[in-house]
């Protein structure tokens, strides 16, 4: 499933992401631009504009959309997954957060002058963007993303089990 995002959904775009979805985002992409990238690469609209949407309605039906109505990025996330039946679990930390390029794993050594010299030492598996080039490693901000999408996958469940 692959997605585009309108501009005030940037933490939203962020964190599909960091689940490894393909979502495309661009703060200063005007309205018809989203409609037109949604429509010609097959991509699901996430939005709040509700104007976007009614003026839009007929195009996106093609691939699709969401209206979504929390200004929260967390319920926006919630939302979106429940609405979509997302699976959140199996391929996290696989796309760029910043960039949605494909993380590869990289050997040890290939890292050794692009990291911290601490973090170099601490760490033997790395990964890093193959569009920007950035370098990942399991560390503790690594550790907080998987507790915090952890818990959002409880709530999810309860929620869903209280239904």
Same mark, same amino acid.
């Given at each position: 499933?692959? /997605? *585009?995002?309108?501009v005030m959904l940037g933490k939203l775009a962020r964190w599909l992401r960091i689940l490894g979805y393909d979502v495309l985002y661009d703060p200063?992409?005007? =309205?018809?631009?989203l409609v037109a990238l949604a429509v010609n690469d097959g991509? *699901?609209?996430?939005?709040? =504009?509700?104007h976007l949407v009614e003026r839009w309605r007929k195009k996106l039906r093609q691939n699709g959309y969401l209206l979504l109505t929390s200004d929260d990025w967390r319920e926006q996330?919630?939302?979106t997954i429940a609405h979509f039946g997302l699976d959140i679990q199996n391929h996290r930390m696989t796309r760029c957060p910043d960039c949605n390029g494909l993380l590869e794993e990289v050997p040890k050594e290939s890292v050794r002058y692009k990291?911290? /010299? /601490?973090?170099f030492s601490a760490h033997n598996r790395f990964a890093h963007c193959n569009r920007c080039g950035k370098v990942y490693?399991?560390?503790?901000?690594y550790e907080r993303m998987n507790a915090a999408l952890d818990e959002l996958f409880r709530e999810l469940r309860?929620?869903?089990?209280?239904?």
């Open positions: 499933m692959r /997605f *585009i995002a309108d200063k992409a005007e =309205d018809e631009t991509r *699901i609209l996430l939005t709040k =504009d509700r996330l919630k939302e990291v911290p /010299f /601490f973090v490693w399991a560390g503790s901000h309860n929620h869903s089990d209280n239904s």
